[in-house]
């Protein structure tokens, strides 16, 4: 038997969680919470998902065939650790839940790091988070950012300015904005991307711009980073590979350029959702200076936090102290590793 | 009597050279050149400019019911000084043509450096181009980078970083795409526009990143510069906003935070084409830091080079030497300038 997981909310990261959830075999997957009926609880259902729900939404769900399984509360009581998907800064409502039935339970990116006492990002500070009762994982831009950062190291840093082009909305939200604009993030520099670094790295010095430009499919990030001293080609794309996290590959041998082509390689690649769980790093976009590097970089907005949310939990649930040997296990689990095989060796930084 | 222009090639550049021409009472429009009929050439017809063709287009023409003026070697025999505004890479063709008749001829940025000798940007090197024969305007993000650049002086500088965020194409240019990606501008970094930056500046050191996003409006561009001595925030913003060029505004007091809302404002300015002839920087999106700063623009492609253009012809034809007067006076032609005049004066660098 594995860690009983609870996932608490099933929009884009709650399922992501709940499927990666169940394909780890030290997990075990008791349930959702699901508060609206809509065509995911159904496919959920389909699918032998567990359903919990309101009270007051017994009936509701019922009408539409899915039998809820209990509360919201059972679901939270019955587990050994709860994912808090629930949209931002709902989860700091939720948190009582969570402390009065005495469960550890893991935060998004979207709640403020108040909520947990640890922001968290795997190749920064897994080793904090062993035994933590609350976590927050920071939120897919940071998290692209942070495995840059952390796969060269912070000690080796002097600065990173960075600049953020966000897709409008994920694809489903077709509500959203905007159309046909380049619009401003934040109405100041930085934008909340640096300050949210700094909450798992705080002595990094970091700038941050973020643009919102519409499309759905992934963020790009440029980062321009001052080393402390120099790095040669080979050691920086050996320091980005050996994170486990990012998929270096080069534009122009794959004709790989764009996010609509790299979303196209995870479809024809079966990826479940064609999801995209690391950052992808165009190699012929990382230029090298003398103590400094520019690289652009693909962020898949829904999928990212994926890998780093399983991972929390090993770490959570005193199950494993090294962080390196728990990236392999979820990158096994998830299938990350799989397209860095299909990358010629010789498609490496430049 | 003022100088006798032509203008050869009636597309997005083109046909505002044009109507900028006739706002100019110190020149005298010939003419445009026109190579395919449609709806420009109607339009342009009815309201008075005459048109040149090919010879073996005038039957054509004729049909579409615009007697053609004469040849297009006609256009420029006629003419003092013949702006180039044929298609990328075109102009170096058209060149011949403007030996044959000795006159001097405006490129545009699409060309390669070389169709000219020098490569031109007002704020920068105004004087270089004082009686010269041949001149090339940069194109639009190259013209916005340096009305930055020497606001402040290029002797002030140490390096800049741009990360540009390119529109998809121009409004009426619906044949291209990315429909729903951001794309990579070039294989390799910088992208061609720090090169360009170097064709009219060359001690600057630049890198610049350039990703295409899908909207036609504008682009942004965020650029980070790195300054030999501080500057503070009145000197910054009396430095742009003395260059004429440059309009500065508050995103979060106006409610502009987008350029699909810097087009509304111009719509309703109601400023021909929504032409923005401006760099338009964000306030509140310009950060000091002790030797450097960091800033956001938006950049009209269609417009943009315009002004540019209209100077750089008073260079030529030796009508003035002192860049600021032209400025000056090019601006009140254009209108530029009235627009500043509703930002309140508290809307400033911060």
């Not at 909450?199 to 711009?209: K, R």
């Not at 590979?241 to 041998?253: A, N």
């Not at 690391?278 to 003398?290: H, I």
């Amino acid at each position: 038997m594995g860690v009983k997981v609870a996932v608490n909310g099933y929009g884009t990261i709650g399922k992501r969680i709940a499927d990666a959830v169940l394909r780890v075999k030290d997990f075990e997957l008791v349930g959702v919470a699901k508060y609206t009926v809509d065509y995911s609880a159904l496919l959920a259902h389909r699918n032998g998902i567990r359903i919990f729900t309101p009270r007051e939404k017994f009936a509701e769900f019922r009408n539409a065939g899915v039998e809820p399984e209990g509360t919201v509360e059972d679901l939270v009581d019955g587990a050994d650790i709860v994912y808090d998907a629930s949209p931002g800064k709902q989860g700091a409502k939720n948190k009582e839940l969570y402390v009065r039935y005495n469960k550890p339970a893991v935060f998004q990116g979207g709640e403020s790091p108040e909520v947990a006492g640890l922001s968290y990002s795997t190749l920064c500070n897994y080793e904090a988070a062993i035994g933590k009762k609350y976590v927050r994982v920071v939120s897919c831009n940071t998290t692209g950012m942070l495995r840059i950062i952390c796969s060269i190291g912070t000690g080796q840093l002097d600065s990173v300015f960075a600049v953020i082009v966000r897709r409008a909305s994920d694809p489903r939200e077709d509500h959203r904005g905007p159309v046909s604009s380049i619009a401003l993030d934040s109405s100041t520099i930085p934008s909340h991307h640096a300050l949210d670094v700094k909450t798992v790295v705080g002595d990094v010095s970091i700038e941050t711009v973020a643009l919102v430009v519409p499309t759905t499919l992934m963020h790009m990030q440029v980062m321009n980073v001052k080393l402390k001293k120099p790095l040669s080609t080979d050691e920086l794309a050996g320091l980005l590979r050996s994170s486990g996290r990012i998929l270096v590959l080069d534009s122009t041998l794959l004709k790989i350029d764009s996010t609509g082509k790299i979303v196209e390689l995870s479809r024809d690649a079966n990826r479940p959702r064609y999801d995209i769980y690391e950052n992808v790093v165009f190699s012929n976009m990382v230029k090298l200076a003398k103590e400094a590097f520019t690289l652009v970089q693909a962020i898949h907005q829904e999928a990212i936090v994926i890998p780093e949310n399983l991972d929390v939990a090993y770490a959570m649930m005193n199950l494993e102290t090294d962080p390196l040997k728990v990236v392999k296990k979820v990158n096994e689990a998830l299938g990350i590793g799989a397209l860095q095989g299909i990358i010629p060796s010789e498609a490496k930084a430049s």
